[in-house]
């Protein structure tokens, strides 16, 4: 295949950044019983990943066809690699918030290539949707990769117990791997040079003409309020399983990896079902489902009593359920990034990546927060009752991006 190499480096890259921006959640979790800080203190380590995520890619995202996606990715693989490794020395809270910073940057550098690159490697619209949810799918992958990870490191016993930072030093090489196998990897970039003539600031101004574009408006709505749901779920999962499930921490976060499995499995299912279903109906269909499943599985977590968990099999039935949100969630957030950039030329897939990742971050930030302060002063269970709000809400923003998709032709901002 033409494309071969850089499409696994891509995938791999992905996937690694799956493991560690998602081990948030097994960190707060871990904050708490290590440096014994409260939850809401604990939320912030979601805004350092994702405030990180959102300004660096509104810094990079208009010029970094210039710097070059692949450049741009190799600068973020090492930046984390020396990060990892570092992180065990110092074992401290800040020391934490750094890594997350680091990776956030780092993020925004790959997402912004990834997004803009699969144009280059792609031949047509459906095989842009079906190697988009693909790449998510991998995404998810690491995720569950990474609950496994973090859990073998966590000692149960002793939650003072400095060995869950080993992980980082495994991470760390990992990400070594995937930085040389980029840069065997070939990218043909021409196709997104910019114009001799063109500007820093004309670039910067030609990003934020895109949010003129009423499509581009409807999809940011979408797109904000999913990754709201999504990782106000994903991090609070494992305290969930802990706090309210009354899991051991090691089966709090192996539980948390069956939502991260159900979110792959869908994303690669839906790679093969939105090839021959209108993927409005889908995703109506799909958060009519996620809504439905809170509103079941909730109150069987309020029946749930604290008893001694040693096998599989003494874990409630609702640690199994609930994760099923994920494959129902899952097909959402692929689908509309690949319906609004393949509504655009190649040479503005950067910039529109970059609105992407920088409202996907805020919109993950602000999910934690809220979900991080109603579980704190609430309980568990009403914060994730919270979720049916943004639900219905990006139902209602669905339906506008699908009317704007069928009846407005969006206008190609000139270079």
Known sequence: MEFLKIKISVLINYLLFGVLLNS???????????YKVSASSASILEAFKDITIA?????????????????SMQIGLAAVAVTCVVIPSLKTFIAIKILFAVTGASFALIKISVFGSIGLITKNEKEHISFMN?????????????????????????????????VYYLIGF????????????????????????LTANQSFVNMFKL?????????????????????????WLPSFNNKVLHLPSSFSILMASILAGTTALGRFLAGLVLKKISWYVCLGACLAAAALLVLITMPLAANTVQHNIITWKDIPLVAYVFPLIGFFLAPIYPAINSLVLASLPKNQHAAMSGLIVIFSALGGTLGSLITGNIFQYYGGKEAFYFSLFPISILAIALLFFNKLKKTVVPDLIKD
Not at 61 to 70: E, L, M, V, W
Not at 211 to 235: K, R
């Open 24 to 34: 948030v959640g097994t960190v707060i979790l871990q904050s708490q019983r290590y």
């Open 55 to 71: 300004l660096v890619s509104f810094l990079v995202a208009s010029f970094i066809t210039r710097i070059g996606y692949k450049k």
């Open 174 to 197: 990992l990400y070594a791997v995937a930085l040389i196998l980029l840069t065997l990897s070939p990218l043909n970039e021409s196709a997104i040079k910019p114009a001799a003539d």
């Open 211 to 235: 949010l003129m574009l009423p499509l581009v408006i409807s999809f940011i709505a979408c797109a904000f309020l999913y990754v709201l749901v999504e990782q106000s779920i994903m991090s």
């Open 134 to 166: 693909f790449i998510e799918s991998f995404f998810m992958v690491g995720i569950l990769s990474g609950y496994f990870l973090f859990s073998y490191f966590i000692d149960d016993s002793d939650a003072s117990s400095p060995r869950w930072f080993q």
